[in-house]
Structures are given as structure tokens and as C-alpha cells.
């Protein structure tokens, strides 16, 4: 009876056209219990993480709370990689808070639901797919940054609780422990630590992350310990989600308030998300599912926002947790998701029990397996460039957001391969041997903005005989940059009386030519190779190959 209901659930998974779903074979009873018991682990690892970053938000703690079960499940069911997890996190707190100081709560349920409508679009327009034009430097410094920011956030947890301002990394607090408290909190924090490194070495039955919290946890309630708990950032305690129209005016003041926001919170979410999709699917050796994932997110978003949730994103932190617990399939998310559900309505004052220092320690081994250590060594056998790239992206995560550090480092990347390949023409120039007193100039490199100067400096147009040609069989007109600096080196050409023809062009250059006016003749030369012949820039005449 068991395995016919295990078979029928994963038969449910795999009909869905869920990415990422075990085999029949593989889904076992101890398959579920890892799972299982990987979704508890990363379920208490969220629990303190959607407190502080609803504070950062300014915010009610359930808000943050709900906002991680929710997008948790939706993201678990229909995501696009099995195995992550989605919930409140910092890097959309901090752009949050401004809109909920000015305007309130309410105009956040608003711009969260506006932000899943635009990821949503983004999905379904298969805009996804741009992220494999993140460089892998631009990866390796969003992964440094992003483990600099778990580390700083729960720094937050070795001071007291206090009103002062929040670095943006985690919650609002006051002095820095001091004495016996902060010796106890890096003790246990150590202790835990050690548990998490220990246990895979023993047994392999419960996940590490789970068994050093439930030891420290044992310790520090069994003897009685003063130590910081989750109940001291504030009570779980609540009840489901209810369903809840933003009660905002349906006005276009209304939607010039909460788009400028929205928008960037799509967009710093779909980053976040996408890179963690990466990143987890490189663990996995899972790929694809992009856009789904981007659909799946807005969903979830929307969802929240109509029941009183601050919007999320995948979280890479909770997610490096669960697929290093074992958690392989959609099951751990689900797990995750009901799991902090039940912690809200039914085992509040247990969960508010958990000394934070269990807490820290697991987030701290994060950080450890999240940080790319082999970038510090290769930084001096990989060009300048791309060292630097690293460095930009994790110094601005930090500061800023993921989403600004992405786009300056994609930004950057760009401009300097820009660089490179506008140094790459080059030119042969020798005299025709179909067409005696013709001379060829054979090109070698893109044609494109970057390159366009370099290009016109190496023809002689007032030296040049009456007929001159331009092979392109190594190179390709890029853009419009190249485009215009042929029409101006016709122009110069045609002031002296001279015929500049162009060969070799690809079908996509002649249409870019085409386009622009400067080719009135197409030509049916070589159809199957899209090689054309020789043509004049300045008649459109085609003539005979060279």
C-alpha cells in the first residue's frame, strides 16, 4: 500500500512536467525521509532569516513568515530546478522598507503583486534565457558578495536587541555582547559547527545542518542556558493566511507609486533567482528551466501579495542547505514550506526555544561552502579583467544589491570584450589575380562599433587603383557602426572617382545593408553557403566573384 502511494505521487510529479523529478525507481521511503528531514532543516533556517529581513522591510514578523511559506511552495512545485528554496529574503527587504515608510504596508501587498505580474511576463517571454549571458566572473563575484551578506546578517545575532539602524544585512539592534554571553553564543556557535562537520563523517541517517541544531538546541534547553532564542526576535504565533486585497486607491497615482518599485524588485528578484538556479543546477547537474522558474517566482509573488506576504526570491543560502542535506527533488521545499506553517500554528513556543547560536552556526557552515575560495587563487593566473570583474561584483553586492552588481559586472564584462575584439582587425591587402590593376583587401575581425576607427585607418583610398575590394570571408559586419563606416568609405571612394565593391558578405550582413538603404540588388550567390559575390557599395551592382 505504501510503495502504490509513493508510486502514484511520483507518477503525479512526472505528469505535471516538473523539471527535476526522481524517477519511480528512485523514489523511495528512505528517499522521503531525506527529503523530509531536509526541508525541517532548511524550515528552521528560515525562521529567524523572514523575522529579520521583515524588520528590515518595517514590516509585522508573520508578514515575512508568510511571504516564506507561500513562495516556498509555489517555487517548490512548479519551479524550474528541484531543490530550491524561495522565501523573503535582504537584498529585496532593503528596497522595501523605503515604500512601506512613505506609504505603508498596503502599497506593499501592491507593488509585490505588480512585481509577480512582471516576472511572470518575463517568464513567459522567455527572457530567462538572457542570464546565460552572465559571465562566469560576474558568477563567482554574486557568490563571494552573497556569502559576505549571510555572514554580515548574522552578525546581527551577537548583539542586543535594540532600536538602532539597520545595515540593510539583517535586523535593527543595539550593543555588541560582551562577557559571558558573547563567550556562551561563540561557544555553542562553535559547537554547532563542528556537529554539522562531524556528522556525515559518522552517519549519514539525518542531515548534518539537523543534527547540530537539534544537539545545541538539547544543551541549551536542558540546562537552562541564557542565551539569545528565536522567541527573543519576536513570536511566530499566528494563523493561515487570509486572503487580502490591498486596500490602495485604483488609481494611476496609485501605480506611479508602487511600478518604480515593483520593477526593481522583479528585477533584483528574477537575478537572484535565476543565479541560484545556476548554481544549484551545477550541484544537481540539472540545467535549463529558466523561464519557468521566472513564471514560477511571479506566481508565487502574486499569490503572497493577495495574502499579506512581502514577496520573495530564491534564497541561495537555505538552498546550499538543502541539496547538501540531501535534498534532491520538489519534495524538500514542500517539506520546507508546510513545515514553517506548522511551526506558525502549531509549534510556536518549541521553535521560539531554538537558541540563535544553532542557527548561526548553520548559516556560518554556509557561508564556508557557499564562498568561492578557488577564485582567491586563480586571481593571478586569469586576466586583470576578469579579477577585477570578481572583485566589482562582490564589493557592490555588499554594498548595494545583487541586482546593481550583476549589471555593473555584465556591464563591464561587455565593454572589455568590447575592447578586445575592437583590437582584433586586421587586414591583408594584395592586388587582384582575376582582375588585373584591382586591389583586395582581406579583412580579419568583427566590424562593429568598437572597431570601426581602426578599420577606416587602414585604407589608402587617394593610393588605391581605380577598383578596390573588400573581402569579408574572415570577418562580419556587426551593427550599424559598421555599417556606416562602409557608406563612408564609399563616399571617399566615389569623391575620386574610384569603385569600391564588398565580398564574401553573409545573408545576415547583406540584409543589415539592405536595411539600411545600401544595397538596392539582393544577390542569389552560393544560397547554400550565404557567401555573396563582389558588389558595389555605391550601385548595388553585383558583379562576378574575384
Known amino acids: 500500500m505504501t510503495k502504490s502511494i509513493i508510486s502514484a505521487f511520483a507518477e503525479h510529479i512526472s505528469i505535471a512536467g516538473m523539471t527535476g523529478a526522481p524517477s519511480l525507481v528512485h523514489f523511495t521511503p528512505g528517499r522521503i525521509k531525506t527529503e523530509t528531514l531536509s526541508g525541517l532543516t532548511v524550515a528552521l533556517a528560515l525562521v529567524p532569516e523572514a523575522?529579520?529581513?521583515a524588520f528590515v522591510a518595517g514590516v509585522h514578523p508573520l508578514v515575512g513568515l508568510y511571504a516564506a511559506f507561500i513562495v516556498?511552495?509555489?517555487?517548490?512545485?512548479?519551479?524550474?530546478?528541484?531543490?530550491?528554496?524561495?522565501?523573503?529574503?535582504?537584498?529585496?527587504?532593503?528596497?522595501?522598507?523605503?515604500?512601506?515608510?512613505?506609504?505603508?504596508?498596503?502599497?506593499?501587498?501592491?507593488?509585490?503583486?505588480?512585481?509577480?505580474?512582471?516576472?511572470?511576463?518575463?517568464?513567459?517571454?522567455?527572457?530567462?534565457?538572457?542570464?546565460?549571458?552572465?559571465?562566469h566572473p560576474v558568477m563567482l563575484g554574486f557568490v563571494n558578495g552573497l556569502a559576505i551578506v549571510i555572514l554580515l546578517a548574522q552578525l546581527s545575532q551577537f548583539q542586543t536587541p535594540g532600536s538602532g539602524e539597520s545595515t540593510g544585512h539583517g535586523m535593527a539592534n543595539g550593543e555588541w555582547l560582551t562577557g559571558m554571553p558573547l563567550i556562551l553564543m561563540l561557544a555553542l556557535t562553535g559547537l554547532t559547527m563542528a556537529t554539522i562537520w562531524l556528522t556525515p563523517k559518522l552517519t549519514k541517517a539525518i542531515p548534518a545542518p539537523l543534527a547540530g541544531i537539534a544537539i545545541v538546541g538539547a544543551i541549551v534547553i536542558g540546562l537552562g542556558l541564557d542565551v539569545p532564542r528565536v522567541g527573543d526576535l519576536?513570536?511566530?504565533?499566528?494563523?493561515?493566511?487570509?486572503?487580502?486585497?490591498?486596500?490602495?486607491?485604483?488609481?494611476?497615482?496609485?501605480?506611479?507609486?508602487i511600478f518604480p518599485y515593483a520593477l526593481i524588485l522583479a528585477a533584483i528578484g528574477l537575478i537572484e533567482s535565476l543565479l541560484t538556479l545556476n548554481l544549484v543546477g551545477e550541484m544537481t547537474g540539472k540545467r535549463g528551466g529558466a523561464s519557468q522558474e521566472c513564471v514560477a517566482q511571479g506566481a508565487a509573488n502574486v499569490i503572497t501579495g493577495f495574502f499579506g506576504g512581502m514577496g520573495g526570491c530564491a534564497m541561495i543560502g537555505q538552498s546550499m542547505i538543502n541539496v547538501r542535506s540531501g535534498g534532491q527533488t520538489r519534495l524538500s521545499g514542500i517539506a520546507a514550506a508546510l513545515f514553517l506553517l506548522s511551526f506558525i500554528l502549531f509549534a510556536s513556543d518549541l521553535i521560539e526555544q531554538i537558541p540563535l547560536a544553532a542557527l548561526v552556526g548553520v548559516m556560518f557552515m554556509v557561508v564556508i561552502g557557499t564562498f568561492a575560495w578557488r577564485s582567491l587563487l586563480i586571481m593571478r593566473k586569469i586576466p586583470l579583467t576578469d579579477a577585477f570583474v570578481i572583485l566589482l561584483v562582490t564589493g557592490v553586492t555588499v554594498q548595494y544589491n545583487l541586482a546593481i552588481a550583476v549589471i555593473v559586472g555584465v556591464i563591464v564584462s561587455a565593454l572589455a570584450y568590447a575592447w578586445n575584439s575592437a583590437k582584433r582587425i586586421r587586414i591583408i591587402a594584395r592586388d587582384s589575380v582575376r582582375e588585373p590593376g584591382a586591389k583586395v583587401y582581406e579583412i580579419e575581425g568583427p566590424l562593429f562599433f568598437g572597431s570601426t576607427t581602426g578599420f577606416a585607418e587602414l585604407f589608402d583610398p587617394a593610393s588605391d587603383p581605380d577598383v578596390v575590394i573588400i573581402d569579408f570571408m574572415r570577418s562580419r559586419i556587426v551593427d550599424q557602426s559598421g555599417l556606416q563606416v562602409i557608406e563612408d568609405l564609399a563616399t571617399k571612394y566615389e569623391a575620386l572617382g574610384k569603385t569600391l565593391r564588398l565580398r564574401h558578405l553573409t545573408r545576415d550582413c547583406h540584409e543589415l545593408l539592405n536595411r539600411a538603404g545600401q544595397l538596392l540588388v539582393d544577390s542569389d550567390d552560393d544560397p547554400d553557403y550565404q557567401v555573396a559575390a563582389d558588389y558595389s557599395v555605391r550601385t548595388g551592382i553585383f558583379g562576378p566573384s574575384q
Not at 511552495?73 to 529585496?92: D, F, H, N, P
Not at 504596508?105 to 538572457?130: D, H, N, P, S
Open 51 to 53: 523575522v529579520a529581513f
Open 72 to 135: 516556498g511552495l509555489v517555487t517548490a512545485l512548479i519551479g524550474g530546478r528541484a531543490g530550491m528554496i524561495s522565501g523573503a529574503t535582504g537584498a529585496l527587504a532593503v528596497v522595501m522598507v523605503a515604500l512601506v515608510a512613505e506609504h505603508g504596508v498596503e502599497y506593499l501587498f501592491a507593488a509585490v503583486v505588480l512585481m509577480g505580474v512582471m516576472q511572470m511576463a518575463a517568464g513567459i517571454f522567455r527572457l530567462g534565457k538572457f542570464i546565460r549571458l552572465v559571465p
Open 234 to 257: 519576536a513570536s511566530i504565533k499566528g494563523g493561515l493566511p487570509q486572503l487580502h486585497v490591498p486596500t490602495v486607491p485604483l488609481t494611476f497615482e496609485t501605480l506611479e507609486i
